[in-house]
């Protein structure tokens, strides 16, 4: 499908957006890690775009160039030194120029000879970016949070149905082992009957507030009316292409709540088994958002004010993003340094330890795989539909500071106008 140079608003479904800061990519990688030295035949191979060459991008390319069968063939960045840079790192990779480097995405999109693309931009972009892609016939990686709304997670997962496009959430704690082995424990039988589920994220936040004013630079060196995309218009000020747009309610997600929320609430739906839905009610308190599934299980959603902030009953060692499943006859918990804290001990039996959620090699793995076998990915758009919805209700209670309740068919929320009108955004038209 060729993607006009102007399409019409109605064709970029709601949105989310941006690439993140101006950054250093970390050029310098091992050879053994980018496959240098193997690589598939041209039958076999798995060619890849990449859009937004934001800081997350920096770790996950060069763990997606380690696979053999995977040649990435284009990068698109709004700001020139990142696509530069992108460049440069792609082609001295293979030791050719072939590369290319594009300002707008949809450049990339109209191309044939691209089969799946990373979507690596901030938040604003990844639901448009990843609808705008399928509906080109590439399969999609994005980074998370998927969507800024209710509705951009409602509307990406419909058009990867529609397309039936491969679709992978970057969600890489599904594809790690300590973090399988704590849900599979949960799975098991061997914590007794699961009652209460707990997620951390970062305490609540949100700046309504611009920064000052600056002159707009040449959109050659950064497009802003590209890098705003949908979200509402407002002054250049080189900071927010420097990574200080977090936390900005027109560019992030859920109050800051998906930025762990989409990976340890994500985990948690995995452990009660709740993929194909969401909890029925959400409760906002001082310290923690309490929701409760409709089998009865409690989901807690823990702030923490900074990633190591002690709390009384979790085990700090353990690491970012920790999770906790409990069980009438036992415990586990896992976080990002690997292992797992099981009581009673004797559940420890045959547990080893095992390597750090931060990894997203086995991840992207599954996702090329399944772009060739076309089989649901380990975090495809049905799971991050209803992982992402959980949260983005659990941060609207927040917001609103009152208890909601969720109709988990429909994905509105029961007797509350308000709520319901927040679960998506007014979008800007910046395609003129």
Not at 58 to 81: E, F, I, K, N, R
Request: with cysteine; net charge negative; proline share 6%.
């Amino acid at each position: 499908m060729k993607i006009s140079a102007k399409p019409t608003r109605r064709q970029f479904i709601r949105t989310a957006s941006t690439s993140a800061a101006a950054i250093s990519l970390p050029w310098i990688i091992p050879a053994d890690v980018l496959g240098k030295g193997a690589s598939a035949a041209p039958s076999d191979r798995i060619t890849l775009g990449v859009i937004g060459m934001g800081p997350r991008c920096t770790y996950v390319l060069p763990q997606m160039l380690g696979h053999a069968d995977v040649q990435c063939v284009a990068v698109t960045d709004v700001q020139a030194s990142r696509r530069e840079a992108a460049k440069a790192f792609v082609d001295k990779q293979y030791g050719n120029s072939d590369c290319t480097m594009y300002r707008d995405f949809r450049e990339l999109l109209e191309r044939k000879d691209i089969d799946a693309v990373l979507i690596a931009t901030g938040d604003r972009w990844h639901a448009a970016a990843s609808i705008l892609a399928a509906k080109a016939g590439k399969d999609v990686y994005s980074e998370k949070p998927c969507g800024l709304t209710i509705g951009n997670c409602r509307d990406l997962a419909e058009t990867i149905r529609e397309t039936g496009r491969v679709f992978q959430a970057g969600t890489q704690r599904r594809s790690v082992a300590n973090f399988q082995q704590a849900v599979e424990l949960a799975h098991s039988g061997r914590l007794g009957a699961i009652h209460t589920l707990h997620a951390t994220v970062y305490t609540p936040e949100i700046k309504t507030e611009w920064l000052p004013g600056e002159p707009t630079p040449d959109p050659n060196v950064v497009d802003w009316n590209l890098w705003l995309g949908p979200a509402p218009w407002r002054p250049f000020n080189k900071k927010y292409v420097e990574g200080e747009w977090r936390a900005h309610w027109d560019f992030e997600s859920g109050a800051r709540l998906l930025d762990w929320g989409a990976h340890t609430v994500d985990l948690c739906q995995w452990a009660n088994n709740a993929d194909d839905t969401v909890p029925l009610t959400y409760e906002p308190g001082e310290e923690a958002i309490t929701a409760q599934y409709a089998n009865g299980v409690n989901l807690v959603i823990h702030f923490l004010k900074t990633p190591f902030e002690k709390r009384p009953g979790w085990v700090q060692e353990l690491g970012t993003c920790p999770v906790r499943f409990e069980g009438d006859e036992g415990t586990v918990e896992v976080g990002d340094s690997g292992g797992m804290e099981v009581h009673p001990a004797s559940l420890k039996q045959n547990l080893p330890r095992n390597e750090s959620g931060l990894d997203v090699k086995e991840h992207s793995r599954n996702f090329f795989d399944c772009v060739k076998s076309r089989k649901p990915t380990a975090a495809n758009a049905e799971i991050m539909r209803h992982s992402h919805i959980a949260c983005h209700a659990a941060a609207l209670s927040w917001i609103l500071g009152r208890r909601l309740e969720m109709d988990p068919e429909q994905e509105t929320f029961v007797n509350d106008d308000e709520a319901n009108g927040l679960r998506t955004r007014p979008e800007r038209d910046w395609t003129l």
